[in-house]
């Protein structure tokens, strides 16, 4: 999980940790890629507009660290610029805030089903 | 009654007419001295037809002589103090306007004498015509010097504007034109030229001109520029509006996500105990407050901004830079973000204090904020690769604090950079071009200067100057 907004970087990872999911949170771009070194992680949720790296700088070095992990990217922006930024990206899916953590455990799961024909993509609880 | 008469009177009540539509229809200073200028053209027309009337008697005539000749007196210095309030340059012009209003006045007060109109004679076909005595030839001086002057005034402010507006006052010159011409003739009879006064048949083409720019090319139409000031307004409030509602969405988000993480992991049995829910409730119950808290934050400051901007009258007192900019930041935090422009400043802390509107003062760093980045918005788009920056620096001299706000954008073409604080003049998709024009005249409420300097493919620097209080 890597977002500059700590209130929702803790409560995803309270969220998806109760579940049995293993979460290892970020607080920009730069970190994220380091965590990411580190832990090679399945999923990534990834915020768009961060302080120190954007989610769209960062997209690139995450697809060449973990090539087979599904990225999603949340942004909380709608604008045309954004649109933009992201149209290029190799993203497995684009969610807008305000997301519902039900929402996001749908959509995980709905995306991965589409892009891989398969649901296994996100780890079974540990 | 002649035909002379006749374009004369009609002349003179479609003048007063149209002028008090004019000031009803504006409710402001240009209408209002328009209004008095026109008043003076009224009694000048109606005295003057009353003594080319061959049925008039000679006193009736002398009287009406000199009554046409004490309004003709106020005609130029009041075409004068017009063409400087159309124009806004009272204040530049002010010594100037006060010695034109002394002499009329001194005039005026010769224009029953002997001095001015000693009596009447017969000229071509007008069996009495004014017979000019030594004041008159001052009067006529005075006439052919200051009438020009406010044309001189009006055509500097034409050359500022442009569209609509030129084409305005364009029309409101050439209409004053033809009113002036035809009643500069009627001079030429009173030093026994003998010159046709067919002029006087043209005058009424000028209330009629007058009403046609009015009413079909909305001259002197108030409301155009307060449906343009609207639709900027508007545009300021779509960057706030988009900065607001990002800022909520977190905190609401986050409220949100706990409260419904609570429900499904209480739902699907995944606390352990009594005291783990307890634990659970009491940290979403304080996030939420927390959260909620922020969210009241947001709105306060987006209130007192929007408050702001209903002040009128500069409520001039101590203000803190610092913190006012700190406040002012959130409103354009986005519009910042998505344009990737870093922002910052340079406030001493010690700054001696200077008296603004705080309310003011706030639209007015909001308007070069934001006008910075409309500037910067597509800088990347030529392919180079740099940093968009927008500086706010204050500093403090002896009597004075400027405040500098700077941008590394395209830059204003020298050509166009003495017109951007004119009203409607914009070089950007986004708003009215009105954004600078009111800025400008915040600063002035304030008792303050505002210039520019800006050079292209380098950056536009706007410097504010305070007084100090002393």
């Known amino acids: 999980m890597i977002d500059d907004e700590a209130g929702v970087v803790e409560m995803i990872q309270d969220h998806f940790s109760l579940r049995g999911y293993e979460v290892f949170t970020a607080l920009d771009g730069q970190e994220g890629i380091e965590v990411c070194c580190e832990v090679k992680p399945d999923v990534i949720l990834l915020d768009l507009k961060m302080k120190v790296m954007d989610g769209d700088k960062a997209v690139p070095f995450l697809r060449e660290i973990v090539p087979t992990a599904k990225i999603f990217v949340i942004s909380a922006y709608q604008d045309e610029i954004t649109q933009k930024r992201i149209a290029g990206l190799a993203i497995d899916a684009y969610f807008e805030k305000p997301l519902t953590m039900l929402s996001i455990e749908n959509k995980m799961y709905c995306s991965a089903s589409h892009f891989k024909g398969s649901r296994s993509v996100i780890n079974e609880p540990v | ?470």
């Open chain 2, 1 to 470: 009654m002649n035909p002379y008469n006749l374009s004369l009177l009609f002349f003179a009540f479609c003048t007063f007419f149209i002028s008090l539509l004019i000031w009803l229809k504006r409710q402001d200073k240009v209408g209002q001295i328009y209004f008095i200028f026109s008043i003076f053209v009224t009694i000048w027309g109606v005295g003057f037809s009353i003594l080319i009337n061959q049925n008039t008697s000679y006193l009736l005539a002398l009287f009406s002589a000199r009554v046409a000749n004490a309004a003709a007196v106020m005609i130029p210095v009041t075409w004068f103090h017009f063409s400087l309030i159309f124009s806004d340059r009272v204040k530049k012009h002010f010594k100037l306007l006060r010695g034109l209003y002394l002499l009329a006045f001194a005039l005026l007060i010769f224009s029953f004498s002997p001095l001015f109109v000693p009596d009447l004679h017969s000229v071509s076909s007008f069996a009495y015509f004014t017979h000019p005595g030594p004041m008159y030839h001052v009067f006529t001086a005075f006439f052919f010097l200051v009438i020009p002057l406010g044309f001189i005034q009006l055509f500097e402010k034409m050359k500022t504007l442009f569209g609509v507006e030129k084409y305005q006052s364009k029309g409101l010159m050439v209409s004053t034109a033809i009113g002036f011409m035809g009643g500069s003739l009627t001079f030429l009879p009173a030093y026994d030229i003998a010159f046709p006064q067919y002029g006087l048949f043209f005058m009424p083409i000028y209330p009629f001109a007058m009403a046609y720019f009015m009413i079909k090319q909305k001259l002197f139409d108030i409301e155009e520029i307060a449906q343009a000031a609207h639709r900027d307004k508007l545009a300021a409030i779509g960057i706030l509006t988009a900065s607001m509602t990002h800022e909520i969405k977190n905190p609401l988000y986050i409220i949100h996500g706990i409260a419904e993480s609570y429900l499904a992991n209480l739902e699907d049995g995944l606390y352990q105990n009594t005291d783990e829910i307890i634990a659970k409730s009491k940290m979403v119950i304080q996030k939420t407050i927390d959260q909620a808290s922020r969210v009241i934050e947001i709105m306060k400051r987006f209130s007192n901004f929007t408050k702001s901007r209903i002040s009128e009258n500069a409520l001039r007192g101590a203000v803190d830079l610092n913190e006012l900019l700190e406040g002012i930041l959130p409103l354009i935090q986005h519009d910042l973000d998505i344009n990737k422009i870093t922002f910052e400043k340079k406030v001493p802390k010690e700054i001696q204090s200077f008296l603004v509107d705080r309310y003011h003062m706030e639209e007015i760093l909001f308007n070069l904020i934001v006008n910075a980045s409309h500037a910067l918005k597509d800088q990347d788009k030529d392919g180079r690769d740099f940093k968009k920056k927008i500086e706010v620096f204050v500093t403090e001299q002896k009597n004075t604090v400027s405040l500098i706000i700077q941008d590394n954008g395209p830059g204003i073409a020298p050509q166009k950079l003495p017109y951007i604080f004119e009203p409607f003049y914009t070089t950007k998709k986004e708003g009215m071009g009105l954004g600078l024009y009111v800025t400008k005249k915040l600063i002035e409420k304030n008792q303050g200067e505002i210039s520019v300097n800006s050079k292209l493919k380098q950056g536009t620097s706007f410097f504010i100057k305070f007084k100090k209080q002393l």
